[in-house]
């Protein structure tokens, strides 16, 4: 075995072929007949001295890289993990790279990680939670992407048949009294969330009380986000039947908040989560949540993205899915209402938007 990676011209003198039939045999090039005999002598001495392409100088030749890049606030077991497991799943099946750059919310780093992920060699960019103020100089697809940017596809969520679900599962149980939290300024869809939130609630005659509004802005994405705000909110004593999260960490942060004050979930508050990730089922009890397709809409970004560079298809400036209401154990009738004789819906169940 050589003590340095064998080159294509070595290999080739070694079989004594051209270069160029070595070429198309290991990058299955279609189009071109080569006895088999031949396509398995290439491929046996290729593995025999470990030969490794160039991958630089094929990009080269075909002005592609087959790599993208992901942009996110950051990495872990929840939101932005999901997302980008769907986009990995696609990718990988796909034939592509990616490199993988997360900002902490911070308006340089979008800036320049883009610029750094497309000098090496990404062809198109893959936001999660990112709020972009450019366009960039290749295709993007924003995941939670809610600014109209030239050449930006925003994937979202319904959050108006979001919205929906949530109030009127909670005003069916009876709940008048709702305390609601809205997600921190610099996650991508706080703002479209609360907006939905506020016009349901003006049609369901909801009022929203200023003192049972808790309004997120530490950057963590753990239950550590909730649990303190709601242990504050309940020092208050400012009475409420109904707690809407903004998401399910806040959600599960919030029932723990909720039990060492002394209340029961949801016997005394029913509190309800956001995004449906894999934990909320396991919580006790579980997590009343809104379903977001995290993974789907991940690998759609990744369809999307590869179908847009390969142009087989035309460029889309919204993309929406539809949320599900998943109904589990902290949700139930309202503490002193007529809604319900006291029995508690304890079977886990999914209510689409249709």
């Not at 490199?99 to 000098?119: F, N, Q, S, W």
């Not at 990112?130 to 697809?141: G, H, L, R």
């Not at 919030?254 to 209340?263: E, F, K, P, V, W």
């Amino acid at each position: 075995m050589p003590d340095k990676p064998v080159r294509l011209k070595e290999l080739a003198s070694y079989l004594g072929l051209n270069p160029s039939t070595i070429s198309v045999v290991l990058n299955d090039t279609p189009g071109r007949s080569i006895p088999e005999e031949t396509r398995r002598r290439i491929k046996a001495a290729a593995e025999q001295f470990n030969y490794q392409p160039n991958l630089l100088a094929r990009s080269f030749r075909n002005q592609k890289t087959l790599t993208l890049g992901i942009l996110v606030p950051e990495l872990n077991d929840g939101y932005h993990t999901e997302v980008m497991s769907g986009m990995g799943d696609y990718l990988m099946g796909a034939g592509y790279f990616y490199l993988t750059a997360h900002h902490r919310h911070r308006p340089d780093l979008v800036a320049e990680y883009g610029k750094l992920l497309i000098a090496r060699g990404a062809e198109g960019i893959l936001c999660i939670d990112t709020a972009i103020e450019q366009p960039f100089p290749v295709p993007c697809v924003a995941v939670a992407g809610h600014k109209n940017i030239d050449s930006v596809t925003n994937v979202v969520l319904d959050h108006s048949l979001a919205a929906r679900l949530t109030l009127t599962h909670l005003h069916s149980l009876g709940h008048r009294r709702i305390a609601f939290m809205h997600g921190q300024p610099f996650s991508s869809d706080s703002d479209e969330r609360w907006r939905c939130i506020e016009t349901i609630c003006r049609e369901l005659s909801i009022e929203i009380q200023p003192e049972l509004t808790i309004q997120l802005d530490k950057d963590v994405s753990s239950p550590d986000l909730g649990y303190p705000v709601v242990r504050q909110l309940l020092q208050q004593k400012k009475p409420f039947t109904a707690l809407v999260c903004f998401n399910d960490v806040t959600g599960i942060g919030a029932i723990r908040a909720i039990r060492d004050h002394g209340l029961r979930v949801p016997e005394d508050i029913s509190v309800i989560g956001f995004d449906d990730i894999k934990a909320a089922a396991y919580t006790t009890p579980g997590l009343t949540t809104i379903r977001q397709p995290l993974a789907e809409m991940g690998s759609f970004a990744a369809q999307y993205m590869v179908n847009r560079l390969n142009q087989s298809e035309d460029f889309r400036p919204e993309v929406a899915f539809e949320p599900q209401l998943v109904v589990r154990e902290s949700t139930a009738p309202a503490a002193g209402s007529c809604f319900g004789n006291g029995q508690r819906n304890k079977r886990s169940k999914s209510l689409g938007g249709s």
